[in-house]
């Protein structure tokens, strides 16, 4: 099956208010932005939501606030997976009866399922929602790896959609390509390895920078997709400052500390994240002032529509 996607998908982050729960209005306004600077749709809850530390009735809450302030204009992907196959096949049905527009679901961390294991969990989930699924291989996140032929066993489940591939192997789009049926869409899960993916095949990119630079980083992806190789990569080169920042420590906290400083709210982080180092916090700060301004997004862009 085929879901129009889009090519540009936010990893959204999850803002907090001054007591540390989860600030659902700033997360509306926040999803709005970001679809008004680029992007085709959201994932909510995700690795960048900071998951391991929301509890469900908040991911819920968060999936309504969002899809509500987006309506059609943009897509909700509910990050639902988790090591348990039974509590991923829960929160996914869950997640539907909510009205998101599909669910992404991580290799099973932590407890190190063989490759058929990863089969029969992906497919436990496949079977019990109609919801189309992006499949997520994250290996320093989870210890595990999806293996390309392991990826086309989970293919030929009707309801898998799209593979979200992080494993910081760009061959592995080229593996995954050859062997994964058209309809199931690559998504890069590395900002800075997007443009190499692409061009071997990727559709799109699940971003963590398209927070502050989604506009130019849709430009850089329209660019490929006309054909237009140099000036897609003259933006590449431009973006490629910022897209290795965002991984100078544990995701969130960098996108974090640059939405801050461009003066969007976020509530900081929840233990066991603590605060960045304050060279880290000086670096990003002083990489946002030497960027080009053309390439930061607007500030208010679709805020309060």
Do not use: C
């Amino acid at each position: 099956m085929a879901t129009p996607w889009g090519r540009l998908l936010t990893a959204m982050v999850t803002p907090y208010d001054g007591s540390g729960s989860v600030d659902y209005v700033a997360a509306a306004a926040l999803a709005r932005r970001l679809v008004a600077n680029g992007s085709d749709g959201v994932v909510v809850a995700g690795t960048t939501g900071e998951s391991p530390v929301l509890s469900f009735e908040e991911k819920e809450a968060l999936y309504v606030a969002v899809k509500e302030a987006l309506g059609s204009r943009g897509l909700v992907i509910a990050a639902t997976g988790t090591n348990d196959t039974r509590r991923t096949v829960e929160w996914t049905a869950r997640a539907a009866r909510l009205g998101v527009d599909g669910a992404m679901l991580v290799a099973p961390y932590y407890n190190k399922p063989s490759q058929n294991g990863l089969v029969l969990h992906f497919r436990a989930v496949a079977e019990a929602t109609d919801l189309p699924l992006m499949v997520y291989n994250v290996p320093s996140r989870t210890s595990v790896r999806i293996a390309p032929e392991t990826m086309a066993r989970i293919a030929e489940i009707g309801s898998v959609a799209a593979v979200k591939e992080a494993s910081g192997d760009v061959l592995q789009v080229s593996r995954l390509r050859r062997l994964l049926p058209r309809h199931v869409l690559i998504y890069s899960g590395d900002d800075p390895l997007t443009l190499p993916m692409l061009a071997l095949g990727a559709h799109g990119v699940v971003s963590v920078a398209s927070h502050v630079v989604g506009r130019s980083l849709r430009a850089m992806i329209d660019e490929l997709a006309a054909g237009n190789h140099l000036q897609a990569l003259s933006l590449h080169e431009e973006l490629l400052p910022l897209f290795e920042a965002v991984f100078w420590e544990t995701n969130p906290l960098p996108v974090k500390v640059m939405l801050e400083a461009v003066g969007i709210a976020t509530g900081g982080w929840r233990l066991p994240l603590a605060a960045p180092e304050e060279g880290t916090i000086t670096r990003i700060r002083q990489l946002l002032s030497d960027m080009d301004p053309e390439l930061l997004d607007a500030r208010y862009a679709f805020e309060g529509r």
